[in-house]
């Protein structure tokens, strides 16, 4: 018989035929409390769970005593309590290769839209703003041979090097747990630790995973360290920054613009500062968000899903430990 998968994630048909010759699927809209009680049965039965975006903790896992693989369509995992997975022996994949250059790109959308002010120059020439030749109220600041400051430098803050580095002559810093000969090879790279990374970058970007080390890990004291001119940019989790924090030193002017595609709480407030702050580009979470990219996305995270059911992983499991027992 064929295993049950819960599937709370559109997909396309093409890719719903393809699950459907090996497992069952049952679609629900969200793991949400309500949604499992109106499935008690399939989720206590379902062997797989496929789809991005709810919480997965002891609490729903309680609900779920079949399963044995779960396969996010993400390459971030914050929304999974990993441990309690692994207690159950139940393997953990996720999408860590697919998306790299498509986040990259927006990691650098940002870093140019802030730095030239597209949206608000954009903005000011359809109110008809646009009468004479513009003056420096227009004017943004240079990108090229300034000075890029990565923290994280996992697979993006690799091709976000790369882009900084070939593209626009960037020296680039980065901060990280160990050291990149790779970066520091190819990129001309140069590991520092974080104050001076804060301290010396013309640009800031945050692009390492959501854990409890990294969990206000930019906060006040670190927004300070920053110059007065410099750009913050975070394509990462909205928890790694104290949001608070960086409203302040925006408003207060101790930096000068902000490019963030993440948020404490998303969907974000409509009514938070930052949306009305005209030094701020705000993104609706869209790092990987291309037609192409979810939908390598959404493969892998399908063939993720299948192999860890048939037991065989090769790769893309956040918890291999569990493979073996
Ligand atoms: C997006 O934020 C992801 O984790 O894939």
């Not at 597209?118 to 646009?130: D, L, P, S, T």
């Not at 399908?302 to 893309?316: C, F, I, M, P, S």
């Amino acid at each position: 018989m064929k295993p049950s998968i819960i599937l709370y994630k559109t997909l396309t048909d093409n890719l719903i035929d393809r699950l459907k010759q090996r497992v069952n699927i049952i679609q629900v809209p969200d793991l949400s409390p309500d949604t499992l009680k109106k499935h008690a049965d399939d989720f206590a039965r379902a062997e797989g769970l496929l789809g991005s975006g709810g919480k997965v903790d002891s609490a729903l896992l309680e609900n779920m005593p079949a399963l044995r693989a779960v396969s996010t369509i993400s390459v971030g995992y914050n929304n999974f309590d990993v441990n309690a997975l692994t207690e159950r022996g139940i393997a953990l994949m996720h999408t860590p290769t697919v998306l790299t250059d498509t986040v990259a790109d927006t990691l650098m959308a940002l870093v140019l839209s802030t730095a030239r002010r597209i949206n608000e120059v954009a903005e000011r020439v359809k109110r008809g703003e646009w009468t004479h030749s513009i003056g420096p109220d227009w004017f943004g600041v240079d990108v090229h041979h300034k000075t890029l400051g990565i923290i994280g430098m996992g697979r993006i803050g690799m091709a976000l090097a790369q882009r900084a580095h070939c593209g626009f002559s960037m020296p680039v810093l980065y901060h990280a747990r160990s050291q990149h000969a790779q970066a520091e090879e190819r990129f001309n790279a140069r590991r520092c630790n974080l104050n001076t990374l804060l301290s010396e970058a013309d640009f800031v970007c945050l692009i390492l995973p959501l854990s409890a080390e990294t969990h206000h890990m930019i906060g006040a004291e670190q927004l300070a360290a920053m110059k007065p001119t410099a750009i913050f940019i975070n394509a990462a989790r909205g928890q790694i920054v104290d949001e608070q924090a960086l409203i302040n030193a925006l408003r207060e002017k101790r930096i000068r613009a902000a490019g963030l595609d993440v948020f404490e709480q998303e969907p974000i407030d409509p009514q938070s500062p930052l949306l009305q702050m005209p030094n701020v580009v705000a993104t609706p979470h869209i790092g990987s968000a291309t037609a192409e990219t979810r939908d390598a996305m959404a493969h892998n995270a399908v063939d993720n899903l299948l192999a860890a059911l048939q037991g065989n992983v090769t790769k893309n499991c956040v918890n291999p430990e569990v493979l073996s027992r």
